[in-house]
């Protein structure tokens, strides 16, 4: 598996610079009402991700067990966290979190990309999880609340 290192001097607007191949991983992305600093300080700690993998469906437990592995700012209002899959999560790889401001400097656009190595492009498990940690991301980054069902009627009426 491949390994992204980054640093301060990793610039993303350098001619050199090279986004991961994105053919042999999974791709999403999300715009969120925050600049990027203050999603790179919520991305980079790990109890908030803790809160945005907690109570996940059935069908996607387990598929993650994420630890921090490198935080960086890689260029002016653009930054890096990357993700390592713990080795007794269902699927191993890695998860890179790139933000930057959004059009006209509005907001911030975050492409979540992961390198995962034992799923088949059948399995949409990953994909779908990939989706979802977005949405919650941006649901905390905005609100500072995850929406949820919990406790609600389900709609069953007994006769």
């Known amino acids: 598996m491949d390994s992204i290192k980054t640093n301060s001097r990793d610039k993303m607007s ?7 191949d994105l053919t042999q991983g999974l791709y999403h992305s999300n715009t969120i009402n925050k600049n990027p ?16 993998l907690g109570d996940l469906p059935p069908e996607l437990e387990n598929f993650l067990d994420l630890t921090l592995t490198s ?19 269902k699927i191993q790889g890695m998860l890179t979190l790139d933000m930057s401001a959004g059009p006209a400097s509005k907001g911030t656009v975050i492409i979540a990309q992961g390198k ?13 999880l990939m989706n979802v940690f977005l949405k919650r991301v941006k649901a905390m980054v905005e609100t500072k609340v995850l929406a949820t069902t ?7 009426h007994k006769h």
Not at 14 to 20: G, S, Y
Not at 44 to 49: A, C, D, I
Not at 71 to 89: E, G, I
Not at 116 to 128: L, R
């Open 71 to 89: 935080a960086d700012s890689v260029a002016n209002d653009s930054f890096r966290v990357v993700y390592t899959n713990a080795k007794t999560a």
């Open 37 to 52: 600093a203050e999603v790179y300080e919520f991305t980079k700690t790990q109890s908030n991700l803790s809160k945005i």
């Open 150 to 156: 919990n406790g609600q009627p389900n709609g069953e």
């Open 116 to 128: 995962f190595g034992n799923f088949t492009t059948k399995d949409e498990g990953p994909s779908d």
């Open 14 to 20: 350098r001619p050199d610079f090279k986004m991961p």
